[in-house]
């Protein structure tokens, strides 16, 4: 998998989020003050209220807010995220708790460059409301997905999948607490085996990503 670097040699991300960033934030302690040779080049929302930013400001990362209001329609509003990513010379985007979707302009800039995190054993529960839906079902196991995006909503190769037991007494609140902490985890072992050029896709199926 390519990767292009910036002159600092640090593999750069770009990370959206909409709400509280907590995986945003498991980005900036593990990799970006890690020591791992990545960093969090920019934080975008489409949020002026999103937490995520202020933890990126904390950490005195560069922010940016693209709220959806602003511009004619999806589009305009996705070139001109891409735009300020490629300012920054990200090398891979970080979807980490964004909800809205990304349109396909958007990854033609960004060609198997985009990740997203969703907190269900895909293809399983796709959607904006999958702790509850799980939850819903009555089923006994979920679990943390970190997979590329594709044109489908929640569709793209999956990179990294963890299970995480449903208890009885659970409530989607006590799940999504567990189901964060394996997040947590996931999410920056995913980045570090991309930026480790430690993926390739599957030639016959590309469906398949091997680590
Ligand atoms: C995470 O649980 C993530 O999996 C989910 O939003 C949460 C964001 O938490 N994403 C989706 O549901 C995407 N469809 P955070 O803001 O604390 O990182």
Known sequence: MNRTEDT???FRLGVLVSGSGSNLQSIIDSLHEGGSGIEVALVISDNLQAYGLKRATIAGIPTAVFP???????????????DE????GVDLV????YMLLVTPAFLKRFPR????LHPSLLPAFPGDTPIEDTMDYGARVTGVTVHFVDEGTDTGP???????EIKYNDTVDSLRERIHTVEHRLLPRA????AGGRLRFDEDNPRRVLA
């Open 8 to 10: 600092t040699g640090l």
């Open 68 to 82: 959806l209001g602003d511009f004619a329609d999806r589009a305009a509003h996705d070139l001109a995220m891409a």
């Open 85 to 88: 990513l490629d300012r920054h």
């Open 94 to 97: 970080v979807l980490a708790g």
């Open 113 to 116: 460059r985009v990740i997203n």
């Open 158 to 164: 999956i990179i990294l999948q963890e299970a995480v």
């Open 191 to 194: 980045i570090e085996l991309i």
